[in-house]
């Protein structure tokens, strides 16, 4: 019985204050039966303790699952009567760090909830939380992260910033975070330079903002904070790199043309594209700007861009890439018969390719 005492002792660690008197398995859940402690409890109103007892109440709280399966503590509480004169006071016994008031959950299975919706939220912190038997549905899950008290008294010393799309297109926002700790410390409602540059005031203890290309963040941070050290964030110091690689890779076009013999200034596609940038750099000669010339144009703003970055119009090109598709086993069968009759019907062609169908197939 004593290595019976100790494994519970073990197991519920957690409930040490109170007092274990019976553990029942009842299949899918573990009820623990006990009780507090008798000594004397200390009363809400004027602080004298108290061990006089005027009745017992039973408290049912969730505990945290063990082997799988839901744990419920049912602990008899007492009521006592406080004995300063004139308080006239009855109060239940709280036992901190286990039972908490009004509380139907006892505090570490609480602080588990907390840490599960502060990653995941309603929906699915429900559902993650079922998978380890805690009942609990999403809009406990989202009163419990509401319940959690905002941090207070953070400086940050290095912070992160970015904008994120809360509807593309349309509404975008900043998030702001902490580099060191990966942590995000606020959300701010847009983009602009003046609502970034309100934060950075008053947050005056940043010395490093870790950013992305944006002029505007850029300039935020130097009208704020003028010396704080602006650096590229590793995604996008990585992504240029990329892109600046691949661009220059496409301005040696006609190397790889020549080299693949595969001309890239055949097609209409082509001429459009030399026409385009002959007629963009042709306005902006003249002293004309990328909203005037995408307007003159009748081309998006974003495009009129990246024909003005183009230096010269090798840089626009492609070199036409094939790929394959369905009607490759059948190409020799169908130039044969169209070099017979070129008058012959397409849908002709296709009913003779689907009898070939097998012998192609072999073929290939």
Same mark, same amino acid.
């Given at each position: 019985?004593?290595?019976?005492?100790?494994?519970?002792?073990?197991?519920?660690?957690?409930?040490?204050?109170?007092?274990?008197?019976?553990?029942?398995?009842?299949?899918? %859940?573990?009820?623990?039966?006990?009780?507090t402690?008798?000594? &004397?409890?200390?009363?809400?109103?004027?602080?004298?303790?108290?061990?006089r007892v005027h009745?017992?109440?039973l408290?049912?709280?969730a505990d945290?699952?063990?082997?799988?399966? %839901?744990?419920?503590?049912?602990?008899?509480?007492?009521?006592?009567?406080?004995?300063t004169?004139?308080?006239c006071?009855?109060?239940?016994?709280?036992?901190?760090?286990?039972?908490e008031?009004?509380q139907?959950?006892? &505090?570490?299975?609480t602080?588990?909830v907390k840490?599960?919706?502060?990653?995941?939220?309603?929906?699915?912190?429900?559902?993650?939380?079922?998978? =380890?038997?805690?009942?609990?549905?999403r809009?406990?899950?989202?009163?419990?992260?509401l319940?959690i008290?905002?941090?207070?008294?953070?400086?940050?010393?290095?912070?992160?910033v970015?904008?994120?799309a809360?509807r593309?297109?349309?509404?975008?926002?900043?998030?702001?975070?902490d580099?060191?700790?990966?942590?995000?410390?606020d959300?701010?409602?847009?983009?602009?330079?003046?609502?970034?540059?309100a934060?950075?005031?008053?947050?005056p203890?940043?010395?490093v903002?870790?950013?992305?290309?944006?002029?505007?963040?850029?300039?935020?941070? %130097?009208?704020?904070?003028?010396?704080?050290?602006?650096?590229?964030?590793?995604?996008?110091?990585?992504?240029?790199?990329?892109?600046?690689?691949?661009?220059?890779?496409? &301005?040696?076009s006609?190397?790889?043309?020549?080299? =693949?013999?595969?001309p890239?200034?055949?097609? *209409?596609? #082509?001429?459009?594209?030399?026409e %385009?940038?002959?007629?963009?750099h042709?306005?902006?000669?003249?002293?004309v700007?990328?909203?005037e010339? #995408?307007?003159?144009?009748?081309?998006?703003?974003n495009?009129?861009?990246?024909? &003005?970055?183009?230096?010269? *119009?090798e840089?626009?090109l492609?070199?036409?890439?094939?790929r394959?598709?369905?009607?490759?086993?059948?190409?020799?069968?169908?130039?044969?018969?169209?070099?017979?009759?070129?008058?012959?019907?397409?849908?002709?062609?296709?009913?003779?390719?689907?009898?070939?169908?097998?012998?192609a197939s072999?073929?290939?």
């Amino acid at each position: 019985m004593k290595d019976v005492n100790e494994l519970v002792q073990m197991v519920f660690s957690g409930l040490s204050p109170l007092v274990i008197e019976e553990v029942t398995d009842e299949g899918e %859940r573990i009820v623990v039966r006990a009780r507090t402690p008798t000594e &004397a409890a200390v009363c809400p109103v004027c602080g004298a303790p108290s061990g006089r007892v005027h009745g017992y109440q039973l408290r049912t709280v969730a505990d945290v699952p063990v082997d799988g399966r %839901r744990v419920v503590v049912r602990v008899r509480v007492r009521r006592l009567v406080c004995p300063t004169r004139g308080c006239c006071h009855t109060f239940r016994e709280q036992v901190p760090g286990v039972l908490e008031r009004y509380q139907r959950r006892t &505090a570490r299975l609480t602080r588990q909830v907390k840490a599960v919706v502060k990653e995941l939220a309603g929906r699915a912190g429900a559902r993650l939380l079922a998978v =380890l038997a805690v009942g609990l549905s999403r809009h406990t899950a989202l009163r419990t992260l509401l319940r959690i008290p905002l941090p207070t008294g953070r400086r940050p010393r290095v912070i992160g910033v970015d904008d994120f799309a809360l509807r593309r297109r349309h509404r975008y926002a900043t998030v702001v975070s902490d580099a060191e700790t990966h942590e995000r410390i606020d959300v701010l409602p847009d983009r602009t330079a003046d609502t970034l540059e309100a934060w950075l005031r008053d947050h005056p203890d940043v010395e490093v903002v870790c950013r992305d290309a944006s002029t505007t963040y850029a300039e935020a941070i %130097r009208r704020a904070l003028p010396d704080a050290v602006q650096v590229g964030d590793r995604w996008h110091v990585w992504h240029n790199l990329c892109e600046a690689a691949l661009s220059e890779v496409k &301005a040696h076009s006609t190397c790889w043309a020549a080299v =693949l013999d595969a001309p890239i200034y055949d097609g *209409p596609r #082509a001429q459009t594209t030399l026409e %385009r940038w002959h007629q963009v750099h042709e306005l902006l000669d003249k002293g004309v700007g990328l909203l005037e010339c #995408a307007r003159r144009l009748q081309l998006a703003l974003n495009t009129v861009k990246r024909y &003005a970055r183009a230096d010269r *119009p090798e840089r626009m090109l492609r070199v036409p890439k094939y790929r394959a598709s369905l009607v490759d086993p059948y190409r020799e069968h169908l130039r044969k018969r169209r070099a017979e009759d070129p008058a012959v019907p397409v849908s002709h062609l296709f009913e003779s390719s689907k009898r070939s169908r097998p012998s192609a197939s072999r073929a290939a």
